[in-house]
């Protein structure tokens, strides 16, 4: 993993040599470097007690009682490291005590910077809060390429997202959210990939988006629904302070009309081109 970037997010433990600043607060509990590290192996993570160039992870924890090697940033060794090995071209990623609990136990962390302050001192950025990991940037309709015969042995979800049908859909989508005055936008790293997603006051929308042109209608639709009520259990267990409503978004109304009653009883808002009522 040495030499790649994060974007920002760290995905996971699985694959990281990891080495940790003193003992970490994981979930509300000290616990020292031996015991963390075991943690992070249970995780598919290789644990080192020094930096080194195969370090890709650092865990900021407790330095109250330990000696720095940098006073004037009063920084630990192994931050001094991590910067100067970010400085030189390869990443490391950063992530504090919440940032590793939140891997322990499989969800995506934000991968602190490392910014300069008053007196040259150095230290990483908090993490921004929760509220703000469910909606990315603006979304933007995509131009679908063309596909082959040999692409129907693709995930069916890849290949649907190709789609000018679907494309179609989430522009008309957008186009009348728009009119509302709502500003439609993509997942945020670390989210799983839903569709669209946008906010009414302090309530999100997670939207899947599927076409019903060329494929057969009832396997779209329970995609669709697998994974919009996915998506929402992840935000849901990640968030659970918010207010998040799954929407399920067809290319047009769907010809058996079972499919309101299921989406309703499955706590699913269903809806579909042109006129997307209930959104």
Request: proline fraction near 5%; glycine fraction near 10%; charge should be positive.
């Amino acid at each position: 993993m040495s030499g790649r970037t994060c974007q920002g997010t760290v995905r996971g433990l699985g694959g990281h040599t990891i080495c940790f600043t003193g003992r970490v607060l994981v979930d509300g509990e000290w616990t020292v470097r031996m015991r963390c590290a075991q943690l992070a192996k249970n995780r598919g993570a290789v644990a080192k007690t020094d930096f080194s160039r195969k370090v890709t992870l650092v865990v900021y924890g407790d330095l109250a009682s330990k000696v720095v090697t940098d006073s004037r940033r009063e920084y630990s060794s192994k931050l001094v490291d991590a910067d100067a090995s970010r400085n030189g071209g390869r990443h490391v990623c950063v992530v504090d005590a919440d940032g590793f609990s939140r891997l322990l136990k499989r969800r995506p962390a934000p991968c602190l910077k490392l910014r300069k302050s008053g007196a040259g001192r150095v230290r990483p950025v908090a993490a921004a809060p929760p509220r703000s990991e469910i909606l990315g940037g603006p979304l933007q309709v995509r131009r679908p390429r063309q596909r082959s015969s040999v692409d129907l042995t693709l995930d069916l979800n890849h290949l649907d997202k190709a789609t000018a049908a679907h494309e179609a859909t989430v522009g008309a989508l957008l186009a009348h959210l728009s009119g509302q005055g709502i500003e439609v936008r993509t997942h945020a790293p670390g989210s799983p990939a839903f569709d669209a997603g946008w906010s009414r006051g302090t309530d999100v929308f997670i939207a899947e988006v599927k076409s019903l042109t060329g494929a057969r209608e009832d396997q779209q639709i329970r995609l669709g629904i697998g994974q919009v009520l996915d998506y929402a259990h992840q935000l849901r267990t990640a968030h659970p302070g918010r207010r998040l409503h799954p929407v399920l978004v067809l290319e047009k109304r769907p010809v058996d009309p079972r499919w309101s009653s299921l989406a309703h009883s499955a706590g699913i808002r269903l809806t579909w081109a042109p006129g997307f009522t209930d959104v």
